[in-house]
């Protein structure tokens, strides 16, 4: 067990401090206090993006003397020796991103587990948060959520991905970069259905911010433009559990809003299938049958 008493931690001027810190997703106001002091006092600042913290700092209107250094994903394993060693010698380490938190899709979380490994405290600065931030803009239930980071790049991986969550009762989080996003919300719809409320949150906090809100389909008609800006997407979780089970008469009627809405009998069918757990066979079987009269089986 490794017990970290922060207020210690804090206390040490004299020793070496590894310090992760937010910094604002756009708008500098958004700087806090504390990261503009720690930025000052740094004797060497692992940065995702050297030229992005630079025009921060400058934008802020601040200096810094410390050594800058960068860390990104291909070379955060080989900054790890590194940053330990001068915190090791008694320098005050600080890691930031290009926005938003260290470590929530970006660097930081190697250097954060090799810390823990070798005895080595550190300290987080809270700030923005593209995550929470996305959430309550949404307007999507918030008690709770899970955050899914970036899908897979190939649409036959980022389905698998999606179907491991068709019965997720919690509100979804994604981010997205913006020339995947229409391809992914029309994977979305199939895996989730059309009808599924989701929410598209644009460039959080800079000057061009938009949020677009609807169901999966709606926002895959707006996607269909030139979209440009960081992505971050939130989705309505299932209204059903995993412990539950929705009568095969509600999936026929399911079914049918899809192909209503556009969609193959079959593609809605197997989308349906996919999303509560049945067979696909069973689903499309029993829309045909519905054709000729009513449902009666669960």
Request: proline share 4%.
């Amino acid at each position: 067990m490794h017990y970290c008493r922060v207020s210690e931690t804090e206390s040490m001027q004299s020793g070496g401090r590894l310090v992760f810190a937010a910094t604002p997703m756009g708008n500098v106001g958004d700087a806090s206090a504390r990261l503009i002091e720690v930025i000052q006092q740094a004797n060497v600042i692992a940065a995702e993006d050297t030229r992005k913290f630079m025009n921060l700092c400058s934008r802020l209107g601040i200096r810094y003397t410390a050594k800058l250094v960068s860390n990104y994903e291909a070379n955060e394993v080989g900054r790890i020796a590194q940053l330990l060693g001068a915190v090791s010698s008694g320098e005050l380490v600080l890691v930031v991103s290009d926005a938003g938190m260290p470590q929530v899709s970006d660097p930081g979380y190697r250097l954060a587990v090799a810390a823990i490994e070798a005895g080595v405290d550190y300290q987080v600065l809270p700030g923005p948060s593209a995550v929470l931030t996305a959430l309550l803009l949404s307007g999507l239930p918030a008690d709770r959520f899970c955050f899914e980071g970036f899908l897979p790049r190939k649409s036959g991986d980022r389905i698998k991905a999606l179907s491991a969550l068709t019965r997720e009762p919690r509100t979804m989080i994604f981010f997205e970069a913006p020339h995947r996003l229409a391809k992914t919300l029309i994977d979305m719809s199939q895996v989730f259905g059309p009808e599924r409320a989701a929410a598209i949150a644009r460039e959080m906090t800079k000057t061009y911010e938009e949020v677009v809100r609807g169901s999966l389909h709606e926002l895959n008609e707006w996607a269909l433009g030139e979209i440009k800006g960081e992505i971050t997407l939130v989705v309505a979780g299932s209204a059903i559990d995993s412990a539950g089970e929705v009568p095969l008469s509600e999936l026929v009627a399911l079914v049918q809003e899809r192909v209503a809405a556009g969609a193959s009998t079959k593609d809605a069918a197997s989308a349906t299938a996919l999303e509560f757990g049945r067979a696909k066979r069973e689903v499309y079987e029993a829309v045909i049958a519905a054709k000729s009269g009513p449902i009666t089986q669960g």
